[in-house]
């Protein structure tokens, strides 16, 4: 559980608590399930890491995008929506090189104009013999992106790194050492579901 779901589901409570006592107990029960749904959204089940020379994926989500021939940059674009877990996670293990924050939009994150005009929080992780890039976005409802980290950290492969708020999207940017091992409309889990594998050259 995410520290925050805590927080917001402890202030609903208290306003249900306060609308129960002073007006009636049916005015109550929205924030008492908007409490419930805090908890819910917050969620931060553990997940079980790939080894090997894969990628992972870092967030929830479904894969709405693969942009890119593997020549240069492909691009792999997930939308999360308020049901997925919302916790991101370092797709490879390495050394965070840089973290770079865009101002932008908040438009709905599954359409293919939110990777290039939403704000944005953009990760390069430096590894062994490789380096990826990911970015946090933020969507129409979410307009808080949490961030764990700092440039010069090290992060293992699927380790917490942030969290969105509220639907979002992330986008993974590989370059043409990897080979791509979702396709667009797949399911996957932050951490757990291998996005790419490592070329072995």
Same mark, same amino acid.
């Given at each position: 559980?995410?520290i ?33 749904f ?23 989500? #479904?894969?709405? &995008?693969i942009?890119?021939?593997g020549? %240069? ?5 997930i +939308?999360?929506?308020?049901? /997925? @877990? ?14 770079e ?8 994150a ?8 939403n ?25 808080r992106i949490?961030?764990? #980290?700092?440039? &010069?950290?090290?992060?293992a492969?699927? %380790? ?5 708020? +509220?639907?979002?999207?992330? /986008? @993974? ?12 409309g ?16």
């Amino acid at each position: 559980m995410v520290i925050d779901g805590i927080y917001y589901a402890l202030a609903f409570s208290a306003g249900g608590a306060l609308l129960w006592r002073l007006i009636h107990p049916a005015w109550s029960a929205p924030l008492f399930l908007v409490a419930l749904f805090c908890l819910y959204f917050f969620r931060d089940p553990d997940r079980t890491i790939p080894d090997g020379p894969v990628a992972v994926s870092p967030a929830d989500g #479904k894969v709405v &995008g693969i942009i890119g021939d593997g020549a %240069e940059c492909t691009r792999i674009s997930i +939308f999360l929506n308020v049901f /997925d @877990v919302h916790v991101n996670r370092a797709p490879i293990a390495g050394k965070i090189t840089a973290i770079e924050y865009t101002k932008g939009q908040f438009l709905v994150a599954s359409r293919e104009i939110a990777s290039s005009q939403n704000e944005r929080n953009t990760f390069t992780i430096a590894g062994e013999t490789t380096c990826v890039r990911f970015a946090q976005i933020a969507g129409l409802i979410a307009r808080r992106i949490v961030c764990y #980290k700092k440039p &010069g950290d090290a992060v293992a492969k699927g %380790e917490r790194v942030g969290l969105i708020k +509220f639907g979002s999207r992330v /986008d @993974v940017f590989l370059g043409p050492e990897w080979d791509i091992q979702v396709r667009t409309g797949e399911r996957v889990a932050g951490g757990s579901s291998i996005i790419a594998q490592r070329r072995l050259t």
